[in-house]
Every structure is written in structure tokens, then in C-alpha cells.
């Protein structure tokens, strides 16, 4: 086989993926559709091929499902408030999450993973009292990362080299 037939073939081949995974994407977009704003108790918070932030103002949060394909998302609800649990649903296929959470809630996590990662990076979880508000988080990941923290980001600057 020569050199420019294989060269044609792989060339095909990847026009066909990027065809096969655009399709994916526009059938999951349809699926799945973001529901619910910043300031909603139950949302869904849907990406697929991109990257975005969603930053809750929920008054007494009770349910959110994410889902992520091809992209990611960090999903902050330092803003939001709990009356005594919620429920957290992350799902994310060749993607990732960041949650970032109030240091005062427990967060409890139950993670099914498929080459790829959890980070709980959470301070202080046995320092709270039984009263704390609870976030039970259920995360399934295939070829991707999920991450909750309670810790405050601190920006970081690079110079070019």
C-alpha cells in the first residue's frame, strides 16, 4: 500500500470521527437540555463540545444533575444555600467537572469512574457539626474528572516563555 493511500484513508477516517462525534453532539444537546437559571432550587446544566461556568444563587438548593460531553464545566455554588441536603448528579463523558462548594456544608460522594478521576479537595469535613447542610454528590465519568472543593481559588499568573 502506498504512502498516499494511506495518507487518504486516514484522512477519511477522521473526517468520518469528527462527522460521527458532531452528530453525537447535536443528539445530545436535544436530549439533554440545561433547565433552570442562578437563582433555581432544581437545575440542569447541560455542555456538549464546550467549556462553561454556572454559578448558583439558589436560595434552598434541592437538586442539580450536570452533564458534560466532549467540554467541561465548573459549576460554583458558594452562593447558594441548602435547607438540609441536596442532591448533586454529575455525568460526564470525555470532559470534566470542578464544583466548588460553601466550606460549612458536609459533602458526601459516591463516585463510578472509567479511566479517569475524582478529587474531593474539601478542608474541615470533620469539623462540622451534625446540623451541617449535607450535598450528596453522585458522579459517573468515562474518560474524564470530576473535582469538589471547598477551597478558595487563588489566581495564578504566567509569563510567556
Request: glycine fraction near 8%; avoid cysteine.
Amino acid at each position: 500500500m502506498s504512502i498516499t493511500r494511506i495518507v487518504k484513508n486516514t484522512v477519511k477516517a477522521l473526517v468520518a470521527l469528527n462527522i460521527g462525534l458532531m452528530v453525537t453532539a447535536l443528539i445530545a444537546r436535544r436530549l439533554v437540555p440545561s433547565e433552570g437559571d442562578e437563582s433555581s432550587d432544581v437545575f440542569v446544566h447541560s455542555t456538549v463540545m464546550f467549556g462553561t461556568e454556572f454559578k448558583s444563587r439558589a436560595t434552598a438548593l434541592r437538586s442539580a444533575k450536570i452533564f458534560t460531553l466532549f467540554g467541561g464545566a465548573v459549576i460554583d455554588l458558594t452562593g447558594a444555600s441548602l435547607d438540609s441536603t441536596a442532591e448533586l448528579e454529575i455525568v460526564t463523558i470525555v470532559g470534566g467537572v470542578e464544583v466548588r462548594v460553601p466550606a460549612k456544608w458536609r459533602v458526601e460522594a459516591a463516585n463510578s469512574i472509567l479511566a479517569g478521576g475524582a478529587e474531593m479537595a474539601l478542608d474541615g469535613q470533620t469539623d462540622l457539626g451534625p446540623s451541617a447542610p449535607v450535598l450528596r454528590v453522585r458522579s459517573r465519568t468515562i474518560i474524564g474528572e470530576v473535582s469538589v472543593t471547598n477551597r478558595s481559588r487563588r489566581r495564578t499568573t504566567t509569563s510567556p516563555i
